[in-house]
């Protein structure tokens, strides 16, 4: 069980990610509105390396939005004093390892796990 203390520093953790992710969301946005305003003369070559950027860039929001949902995610735990419980083993997640990755919903005994099955499965 968290203190109210340590549930606030998760809160205020919480609430940056948020930020940080629509400011990145708001910048990805206007380079898609440059991008349209000065289409006009531009060579082939240009617009394939052009391309290329704004496919990353799709990419990287479409990671950014599902960053986004799981911290939304993480909040609502909190808010309901769930964020601490492994929901594997439902024991309790360090306060620490929450500190440093809040979104995360398993204990570290039980991600080790996970990591471990993954590296068995993966073919060489
Ligand atoms: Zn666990």
């Known amino acids: 069980m968290l203190t109210t203390e340590q549930q606030n520093e998760l809160r205020a953790r919480l609430q940056a990610e948020i ?36 496919s990353t860039e799709l990419r990287l929001r479409d990671r ?14 909190l808010e309901t004093g769930a964020i601490d419980e492994c929901e594997e083993c439902s024991e309790p997640i360090g306060f620490k390892r929450l500190l440093a990755r809040p979104v995360t919903t398993l204990c570290f005994e039980c991600k080790s796990a996970r990591e471990q099955v993954e590296a068995d499965e993966r073919p060489e």
């Open 64 to 77: 950014e939005a599902g960053l986004l949902a799981k911290v939304r995610e993480a909040m609502q735990r």
């Open 19 to 54: 930020t940080r992710i629509a400011d990145h969301a708001q910048s990805g946005l206007e380079f898609t509105m440059d991008r349209d305003r000065d289409r006009i003369g531009r060579d082939s070559m240009d617009e394939a390396t052009e391309e290329e950027t704004f």
